[in-house]
């Protein structure tokens, strides 16, 4: 079981930053392929990046690609979300997950049912 809550999302101008973070609690997290979602209103839930365990292979949306960074600590048991050149279309609630297992695989992280464990959400609202 692992416990994950969001933090650093806010309101920003377009071009501007913002770096997401991510704290896990509980069993394990170190093993866990880590990902970032995000929904709009009226939307549905859409992958917005992933990385594994060992902080090897991560995989990003082409929406993103480029301008967000996706990290992890395992020693302090967090993962980030760098957000850079940020458009009026990234604004959404961002939902970090943590999946069940260690599985490296684009196309299975890219779905949401590849993650066991959701956070609350954090909203990032982009004006402009």
């Known amino acids: 079981q692992v416990q994950l809550v969001e933090s650093g999302g806010g309101l920003v101008q377009a071009g501007g930053s913002l770096r997401l973070s991510c704290a896990a609690s509980g069993r394990t997290f170190s093993s866990n392929t880590m990902g970032w979602f995000r929904q709009a209103p009226g939307k549905e839930r859409e992958f917005v990046a992933a990385i594994s365990g060992s902080g090897g292979p991560s995989y990003y949306a082409d929406s993103v690609k480029g301008r967000f960074t996706i990290s992890r600590d395992n020693g302090e048991r967090a993962v980030y979300l760098q957000m850079n050149s940020l458009k009026p279309e990234d604004t959404a609630v961002y939902y970090c997950?943590?999946?069940?297992?260690?599985?490296?695989?684009?196309?299975?992280?890219?779905?949401?049912?590849?993650?066991?464990?959701w956070g609350q959400g954090t909203q990032v609202t982009i004006s402009s």
């Open positions: 997950a943590a999946a069940a297992g260690s599985r490296d695989s684009a196309w299975y992280l890219q779905r949401r049912f590849a993650y066991a464990f």
